[in-house]
């Protein structure tokens, strides 16, 4: 077994892949329970390896724990990578990025791959068909666009992204999910034409928690794949121990 973790900024996600390189089982807990569910996910399952990319402080209790009972990587600027990183500020990347470009350049090696991303941030992530990564763009997410209305005014309210959406807001609130959530496929929709024009063989994939919610709201040809982080440490943890007994 191989254990895939992603700390992220809002949940922990973990996978595990048997000797078949396939995905056996997957998990995810809230910050303040996976400590706790990864060291019993050990326990129980005995992982040979263990990768981990953290795009926040995660406990460092936790990396000790790894290191006693696997072969322990911790994603970040020194990790050996099957691809190239042409980023030149590798110390301010987020890891979460590197494991998505590994993935998408391993699912289409003869395209000119972009990885939008979207959580927290947008991120889009452009690896080239030289397995190269050249860098892209950071925009604000969809929940961080809502609040930063409200935080940024006085009279603007806190508004959920769940909630009745209409391209013409009848009320301060769906005027406001309106602006976000068209203004954001918008962005997204100008990127990937931008992109599409710039670079032949052009490929576009889509992940990260809202990415389900807005491949219905792109009518571009954009392949969703939920899941591109995890695949993405597991295909680093290969390139870095692929004899591990």
């Given at each position: 077994m191989r254990?895939?973790?992603?700390?992220?900024?809002?949940?922990?996600?973990?996978a595990l892949y048997n000797a078949q390189h396939t995905l056996a089982e997957q998990f995810s807990w809230p910050h303040e329970a996976a400590v706790t569910g990864i060291q019993e996910l050990v326990m129980r399952t005995t992982p040979k390896a263990a990768i981990l990319c953290s795009v926040t402080n995660h406990p460092a209790a936790l990396d000790t724990f790894l290191?006693?009972?696997?072969?322990?990587?911790?994603?970040?600027q020194h990790t050996s990578l099957p691809i190239m990183?042409?980023?030149l500020s590798p110390?301010?990347?987020g890891a979460d990025r590197l494991a998505m470009v590994v993935a998408s350049h391993y699912d289409h090696p003869?395209?000119?791959?972009?990885v939008i991303a979207l959580g927290t941030c947008?991120?889009?992530?452009?690896?080239?068909?030289?397995?190269?990564?050249?860098?892209g763009a950071i925009s604000p997410g969809l929940k961080m666009r809502l609040q930063a209305m409200h935080h940024f005014t006085d009279k603007l309210p806190e508004v959920d992204s769940e909630g009745e959406l209409l391209l013409l807001g009848y009320d301060t609130a769906t005027c406001m999910r309106s602006g976000a959530v068209y203004g954001m496929a918008a962005e997204i929709h100008g990127m990937l034409q931008a992109y599409e024009?710039?670079?032949?063989?052009?490929?576009?994939?889509?992940?990260?928690?809202?990415?389900?919610f807005f491949a219905r709201q792109l009518k571009n040809k954009i392949f969703a794949a939920p899941?591109?982080?995890?695949?993405?440490?597991?295909?680093i943890l290969q390139h870095n121990v692929p004899n591990l007994r």
């Open positions: 254990l895939c973790i992603d700390w992220g900024n809002s949940l922990v996600k973990a290191k006693e009972h696997t072969h322990f990587i911790l994603l970040d990183n042409a980023y110390e301010t990347l003869d395209k000119n791959n972009l947008i991120t889009y992530n452009f690896i080239s068909s030289n397995r190269t990564f050249r860098g024009s710039e670079y032949p063989h052009f490929n576009a994939v889509l992940t990260g928690g809202d990415a389900p899941d591109l982080v995890l695949k993405g440490l597991y295909l």
